[in-house]
């Protein structure tokens, strides 16, 4: 079980640009969550998906943030345009029906936009 | 100007010593409870759940009391090792599968 495989790891962009963050959940796991963690704010939930229909977006900042899931092996969340207080770590993780009720995180994405 | 971050509670501990890393949680009708420790630059990982029909669970070194009468959520760490020095979440959930984190508990295992 490889666990939870977010790319990149780091990204440094300029303000204005396009970012796109990358998630593989375990397989056979039908949750997929998206969590954004700052200083300032904690860990706070972005967006979740079951069977790759989005549930709950309601944490999703701006429209400036979008988020696919377009098969059970692979989701998306982008932010276009990036600005400066976009830097944080975003994380993914995905929880299955039968696992323990925990989620299993991923190792993060470091997005810094300068 | 530089945003203020979150002034994370600290626990300072010496090795070899017990540590109790306590959290208040908010929604009384939430049915469980997860403890998930967070390393350096890494994603938070999993620790210890318990139910909220229980007061009580053990594990590997780890014991988390669950106090529903005032919402408080402990956990306690046996014989600290340098290891366990890490960020500590912890988190409620209910019959929605989302997770609700607290703000976390820095804890420092001293030499």
């Known amino acids: 079980d490889a666990g939870v495989i977010q790319s990149p790891r780091h990204e440094v962009t300029e303000m204005g640009q396009e970012v796109t963050l990358r998630c593989k959940p375990i397989?056979?796991?039908?949750?997929l969550f998206w969590y954004r963690q700052t200083m300032m704010r904690g860990l706070e939930l972005l967006i979740y998906?079951?069977?790759?229909?989005?549930?709950?977006d309601s944490g999703m900042p701006e429209d400036r943030f979008s988020a696919k899931m377009p098969n059970a092996s692979f989701s998306t969340l982008k932010i276009q345009p990036s600005e400066p207080r976009d830097s944080a770590v975003y994380f993914c993780a995905s929880s299955g029906q039968v696992s323990r009720r925990g989620y299993t995180f991923g190792s993060g994405t470091r997005l810094t936009v300068v | 100007g530089e945003n203020v971050g979150l002034h994370l509670p600290t626990l300072s501990v010496q090795e070899g010593d017990n540590s109790i890393i306590n959290c208040a949680y908010s929604n009384s009708a939430s049915d469980y409870f997860i403890w998930y420790k967070q390393e350096s630059g890494k994603g938070p990982q999993f620790i210890i759940d318990?139910?909220?029909?229980?007061d009580k669970r053990q594990g590997q070194r780890v014991t988390v009391l669950l106090n529903k009468t005032v919402k408080h959520l402990s956990l306690q760490i046996a014989a600290t090792q340098p290891g366990d020095s890490a960020v500590y979440f912890c988190a409620e959930g209910g019959s929605a599968r989302q997770l609700t984190f607290g703000s976390g508990t820095q804890l420092t295992v001293l030499p």
């Open positions: 998906f079951n069977n790759n229909v989005p549930i709950d």
């Open positions: 397989s056979g796991h039908d949750y």
């Open positions: 318990i139910r909220s029909n229980m």
